[in-house]
């Protein structure tokens, strides 16, 4: 048995209520948080391979002198191409694709979905729709991060 002057010793249900009162508060504010970190990492993705799709249609310019399909050469625009990854839909709508000019679009699915960018032959960068929180559709910039 127990004497009057011995404890026992412990963490009584209040306090252990009070820790995960504590934990639930931090957890509500990081984790949205991270879902807004991890996408920006996914909106790297697309924004680095539209970069890279530019790039590959300004070599075959080079060599064909248009944007379009001419005798032997073919052009690198993509055509409802999916990477590996799955989030991002790049396409070269064949209505933007002329002897003089393009635009590439990346769209966003799955975490990404409402997501769209685009690049064109000028190195215009659009932002074409993204989440209201995020900040406004069509402006003439890549928005990268929310508030962006």
């Keep these: 048995m127990h004497s009057a002057s011995t404890r026992v010793k412990g963490f009584t249900l209040i306090e252990m209520m009070v820790v995960v009162a504590i934990i639930a508060i931090l957890a509500a ?6 879902s807004d970190y991890v996408k920006r990492g996914y909106i790297a993705d697309a924004t680095r391979q539209l970069s890279a799709y530019r790039v590959s249609m300004e070599q075959y310019y080079q060599d064909a002198r248009t944007y379009q399909t001419s005798g032997t050469f073919t ?74």
């Design 29 to 34: 504010i990081a984790l949205p948080a991270y």
């Design 75 to 148: 052009t690198p625009c993509p055509a409802n191409v999916a990477p590996a990854n799955g989030n991002w839909t790049y396409n070269c709508p064949a209505a933007s694709l002329s002897a003089a000019g393009y635009v590439i679009t990346a769209t966003g699915t799955g975490p990404v979905n409402g997501f769209q960018y685009s690049i064109n032959q000028n190195n215009n960068q659009v932002t074409v729709t993204i989440p209201s929180s995020w900040g406004t559709n069509g402006t003439t910039h890549w928005i990268m991060r929310k508030g962006g």
